[in-house]
Structures are given as structure tokens and as C-alpha cells.
């Protein structure tokens, strides 16, 4: 469980890695204040409202097939997994009072490649 807090402006950031959004944006100061009043409330930040970078994943195959008699067939792959090795940043830390908030934490994995040869008969 987290607080939800205050969202005291836009909140859009430098969209950097250590930075995604302005942190600075969001307080619980209020809410520690209404708390002590004696009355209680939820903050006024939406959910969802943070986006996070884009996805550009682009698989490709190669295949080849290639009859040796009637009965039997071989076929060649080559298979490319984030073929063109774009980079794809993970979601932000969304919990506030985290260390990570607005922190981008992790990546997507690289290029994968995969060649088979499968033979049917």
C-alpha cells in the first residue's frame, strides 16, 4: 500500500532514465497535515495518469522449405527476435516515497537470432 498524493502541477518531466517525470510534482504533505487535523482524505492525483516510453519490438523469419523426395521435406529458419535492436525502456517507478519513483529501472533484453533446420517425413 502506498499513499496516493497530492499532484500539485502536469507532472511531465525531462523523460530521462534517472527522470522520467518531475517528482517534485507529487506530496504527501497535505494529506501528513489533514491527517493531524483529524481528517483524513485521499489525494487528488488520478490513477493512470503517468505514461511511460514507447515499445518498438520487430520480429522477423526467414523460412525455407525445400522438398527432398515425396515423403520427406527440410525446412530452414532464421529467426530474428527485436531485429533491429531498439532499446526498450521499462516502466517508471510509480510509488511515491520510493527510492525508484520516476526512476527508470530496466531494459529490454538485445537482439536475438535463432537458426534451425527441422526436417519432415
Known amino acids: 500500500f502506498s499513499p496516493r498524493p497530492d499532484r500539485t502541477c502536469n507532472g511531465a518531466g525531462p523523460k530521462t532514465i ?7 510534482c ?3 504533505d497535505t494529506l501528513a497535515q489533514a491527517l493531524a487535523n483529524g481528517t483524513p482524505r485521499f489525494g487528488n492525483s488520478g490513477r493512470n495518469i503517468l505514461t511511460q516510453p514507447g515499445v518498438q519490438n ?3 523469419a526467414f523460412i525455407k522449405q525445400t522438398a527432398i ?3 520427406i521435406k527440410v525446412e530452414f529458419r532464421g529467426e530474428l527476435f527485436n531485429a533491429f535492436n531498439h532499446t526498450n525502456l521499462g516502466t517508471p517507478g510509480a510509488t511515491f516515497g520510493t527510492g525508484d519513483f520516476g526512476v527508470i529501472s530496466y531494459s529490454s533484453g538485445p537482439r536475438d537470432i535463432q537458426l534451425a533446420v527441422k526436417t519432415k517425413f
Open 18 to 24: 534517472p527522470a522520467w517525470f518531475k517528482t517534485s
Open 26 to 28: 507529487f506530496t504527501t
Open 58 to 60: 520487430w520480429d522477423v
Open 69 to 71: 523426395n515425396e515423403r
